[in-house]
């Protein structure tokens, strides 16, 4: 029985297409997206997926607009719930309403840069490596447990957008995969890490020379 799996996005959602492009062992019962435009959205249909716009703007607050989220995210009985390019802060109650099955990506090497214009920091802060993380979503914003990462170089001449563009490389290699592991039922949680099950080293660390 493949793993049926709801995805939030708020743009053109390519982590979500490299999602539904890999061949994984999951059913994507619903892309739902705050913003009726979002070209993600366009993508789900083409592909006979089922799309829902929900405009967050028609409605008060953020938690009002959450427990019609959330509402609507239970009606297709989802397994996993991918944040993919979903671009609002969730509330807590959110949060706890579908604790240990609600993955994002950010585009840093977590702890380093939540929020928002990683790329950015990362070159006003000089690292040398930079990257992208997927973790499980808790209350405490971007860093919640985290399950893989990739690790690109940062070169002299980056700009952020250069820089952006080869962490999205790894962004999409590495979602997929996180995917994959939750939907083989691979990834356990204990004291707040993640670890691989069926792996002796439980190294979930992808590095690039790239």
Request: net charge negative; glycine share 6%; charged share 20%.
């Amino acid at each position: 029985m493949s793993c049926r799996v709801v995805v939030l996005l708020s743009g053109r959602g390519s982590n979500f297409q490299a999602i539904a492009e890999a061949q994984l062992p999951i059913e994507i019962v619903a892309v739902i997206s705050n913003r009726p435009q979002a070209t993600g959205l366009e993508y789900a249909r083409t592909h006979g997926l089922t799309a829902i716009a929900l405009d967050h703007t028609a409605h008060p607050d953020r938690e009002a607009f959450d427990t019609l989220l959330a509402d609507e995210i239970e009606r297709h009985q989802p397994d996993l719930v991918v944040l993919a390019g979903y671009m609002r802060i969730l509330s807590p109650v959110f949060i706890a309403r579908f604790e240990g099955r609600l993955l994002n990506i950010h585009p840093s090497l977590l702890p380093m840069f939540p929020g928002l214009k990683t790329h950015e920091r990362a070159l006003e802060e000089g690292v040398k490596i930079h990257g992208c993380t997927v973790h499980f979503v808790t209350a405490d914003l971007d860093h919640g447990p985290i399950v893989i990462q990739a690790a690109v170089p940062v070169r002299a001449d980056d700009t952020p957008g250069s820089l952006a563009a080869r962490v999205l490389v790894q962004e999409h290699r590495i979602y997929p995969q996180a995917v994959r592991w939750f939907a083989e039922g691979r990834l356990a949680i204990f004291r707040g890490r993640v670890n691989l099950k069926d792996d002796s080293t439980s190294q979930s660390v992808f590095s690039t020379g790239m």
